[in-house]
């Protein structure tokens, strides 16, 4: 796991938490739209930061942990 995030990393894990994300076909869109890092979406997920496979993403309890974040609602 990574504790050294870009803004952008730290932009798109506040975007999940407010359910502002999704993947689709493996691409990670946020508020509809792709995001445009390709690889941002799949390096949060092998971080362990996010969870999803189709549809809406969530952060992992290190996600929310690394944020300072409380747990998102269910």
Do not use: K, W, Y
């Not at 730290?10 to 691409?27: F, I, K, P, S, W």
């Not at 509809?32 to 799949?42: A, E, I, K, W, Y």
């Amino acid at each position: 796991m990574t504790t050294n995030l870009t803004p952008r990393e730290h932009a798109v894990l506040r975007a999940v938490a407010e359910g502002r994300c999704t993947l689709d076909q493996g691409n990670l869109m946020v508020d509809g739209l792709s995001c445009c890092d390709q690889f941002l979406g799949r390096r949060l997920v092998v971080s362990g930061l996010i969870a999803g496979t189709s549809g809406p993403v969530v952060r992992t309890e290190t996600g929310r942990a690394l944020l300072g974040a409380p747990p998102q609602a269910a």
